[in-house]
């Protein structure tokens, strides 16, 4: 079974510009999360979606948004980028994101923004 | 404002020795646990989970243990191999769903 996986890999913009983030789970998951890491503030959650609808919602401003498909396929998209949204994305499927439910990662897109 | 830390940034630990990474979390309420390993250039890869009705919770050579008295848990390895070297997260789950509060992490250097 493929693992998730997150396109582009490595991405380069400038600031103000906007950017969009795409994520395929694992076959049969249904809750895609997604997370940034950076160096100073580690893994932070950005959201959650099940079956196309946002269940969970970290700090992150309105900049910030997402999306998913009917099948599953998810999307973050930032908009004005700043310099400070340098980070790795990491996007995580589950079967059903319930507590408990193991999360698997993807291998991250690493944003940089000039 | 609730987060969950680590005491050390960086372990180095010779092979073949065990691994004790450890993690502070700060909201009493959280009642589920997770210790996740991140190799370079990969995501971070599930390692075990302990819900606060327990106290230890053991792997395949990993054991974790919950002190929910002063919101401390840790992560041990046992017989540490080069391949362990890695960061290490330890997370909450703190509300229902997949909403995970990541720790900074401990970066285990294994010393062959």
């Known amino acids: 079974k493929a693992g998730v996986t997150q396109t582009p890999r490595y991405l380069i913009k400038t600031r103000g510009q906007q950017v969009t983030l795409s994520c395929s789970p694992i076959?049969?998951?249904?809750?895609v999360s997604w997370y940034q890491q950076t160096p100073g503030q580690g893994l932070q959650f950005l959201f959650e979606y099940f079956s196309e609808t946002q269940r969970n919602k970290g700090n992150f401003p309105g900049r910030f948004s997402g999306r998913q498909f009917s099948n599953s396929r998810s999307e973050m998209n930032v908009s004005t980028l700043e310099l400070g949204d340098s980070a790795l994305y990491l996007c995580?499927?589950?079967?059903?994101?319930?507590?408990?439910?193991?999360?698997?990662f993807g291998p991250g897109t690493r944003l940089t923004v000039l | 404002g609730e987060s969950v830390g680590l005491h050390l940034p960086t372990l180095s630990v010779q092979e073949g020795d065990n691994s004790i990474i450890n993690c502070a979390y700060s909201n009493s309420a959280s009642d589920y646990f997770i210790w996740y390993k991140q190799e370079s250039g990969k995501g971070p890869q599930f390692i075990i989970d302990?819900?606060?009705?327990?106290d230890k919770r053991q792997g395949q050579r990993v054991t974790v243990l919950l002190n929910k008295t002063v919101k401390h848990l840790s992560l041990q390895i046992a017989a540490t191999q080069p391949g362990d070297s890695a960061v290490y997260f330890c997370?909450?789950?703190?509300?229902?769903?997949?909403?995970?509060?990541f720790g900074i992490g401990t970066k285990l250097q294994v010393i062959p």
């Open positions: 076959s049969g998951h249904r809750s």
């Open positions: 995580a499927s589950s079967s059903t994101g319930a507590r408990g439910n193991e999360q698997f």
């Open positions: 302990i819900r606060s009705n327990m």
């Open positions: 997370a909450e789950n703190s509300g229902g769903y997949q909403k995970v509060t």
